[in-house]
């Protein structure tokens, strides 16, 4: 299965939670240079290694996705901006999961944690994908989450204060009941470039062997 990783708490989590099922792990992570610096790519690779201690190698795919997210920040409201950069997210994990033989998506997400994560917001965001997204952490609180975490050696990684790219573009209030309709007709607005934009990504995948 293919983990979209980030720089926080929960997506090492998930990825571990899965791990211990038996299931073999590959993750992406999306890089915004100039915006989230080598040291919180850096972040990401000591969380990974501390993932595939349970999971085996880990192929790390780093997807550069500044291009996109400033292009959606161009053209889209801004207060969608979460919610369609977190689709880009999960239709390019996706296609990369496809070429790399996995069956199933894993994300950290958890219900109501964040704006993006309101009931809403996941079914918005769940419907670009066609295989199956596992969500481990669906109904844990912030501190069941935590705890595993310290448990598995990956929280003082995560708390590193190195911002990522979920972070640095967030609108001030963001939409919580996104409409699936509203969604996709200002995804229209990026008709022009976002093919290319997402094909340039695809092509500079930077992948890094963790073990």
Do not use: W
């Amino acid at each position: 299965s293919m983990l979209l990783l980030s720089g926080g708490i929960d997506s090492p989590v998930a990825g571990y939670m899965i791990a211990k099922r038996g299931v073999k792990i590959d993750a992406v992570y999306f890089h915004a240079p100039p915006y989230t610096s080598e040291r919180a790519k850096q972040k990401v690779v000591d969380l990974a290694r501390e993932v595939a201690k349970y999971a085996g190698p880990i192929y790390l795919h780093v997807i550069n996705f500044t291009d996109i997210q400033m292009y959606i920040y161009e053209k889209c409201p801004h207060d969608e901006l979460t919610i369609i950069m977190r689709r880009y997210m999960m239709k390019i994990a996706e296609m990369i999961a496809k070429e790399n033989e996995c069956i199933g998506l894993i994300t950290g997400e958890s219900i109501g944690q964040v704006a993006s994560q309101t009931m809403h917001s996941l079914a918005v965001t769940n419907e670009v994908c066609t295989l199956p997204v596992y969500r481990p952490l669906i109904g844990f609180d912030k501190k069941d989450i935590i705890d595993i975490s310290e448990k598995i050696g990956t929280y003082e990684t995560s708390i590193l204060p190195f911002e990522d790219c979920c972070t640095i573009f967030v609108a001030k209030h963001p939409v919580t009941k996104p409409s699936l309709a509203i969604i996709k007709k200002h995804e229209t607005h990026l008709e022009e470039k976002i093919d290319e934009l997402v094909q340039t990504a695809l092509d500079t995948d930077e992948v890094i062997i963790v073990r």
